[in-house]
């Protein structure tokens, strides 16, 4: 098992930043890619970002392209979500999540991750 924990959402001004935290533990050496998703009120969880651990090749929704980006922390099994110019559309619960399966680049389809997180919700609003 692996367990997700998410940190750092909050209440933001739109053209703000906020910086969202993953923190995992348990069997995290199972894990090739670590993502970021979505949920807004009425929505379908989307994709945001992922990260390949081995290597940290990345992969971007087009809608956050050039204003979020994924990092990770190797010591501390951290993956971070940058997020910058903020838009209203961006208001959701952000959930971190993580999947074993092999490959090269980290899967957009949610359903390819086994292991996720209990959500942060991340408001952006004037």
């Known amino acids: 098992q692996v367990q997700l924990v998410e940190s750092g959402g909050g209440l933001v001004q739109p053209g703000g930043s906020l910086r969202l935290s993953c923190a995992a533990s348990g069997r995290t050496f199972s894990t090739n890619f670590r993502a970021w998703f979505r949920q807004a009120p009425g929505k379908e969880r989307e994709f945001v970002a992922g990260i390949r651990w081995s290597d940290g090749r990345t992969a971007y929704a087009d809608s956050v392209k050039g204003r979020f980006t994924i990092s990770?922390?190797?010591?501390?099994?951290?993956?971070?979500?940058?997020?910058?110019s903020l838009k209203p559309e961006d208001?959701?619960?952000?959930?971190c999540a993580a999947s074993g399966l092999p490959g090269v680049s980290p899967p957009t389809w949610k359903f390819s991750y086994d292991y996720w997180g209990q959500g942060a919700q991340v408001t952006v609003s004037s």
Not at 72 to 81: H, I
Not at 91 to 95: D, G, L, P, Q, S
């Open 72 to 84: 990770k922390d190797n010591a501390k099994s951290t993956v971070f979500l940058q997020m910058n």
């Open 91 to 95: 208001t959701a619960v952000y959930f």
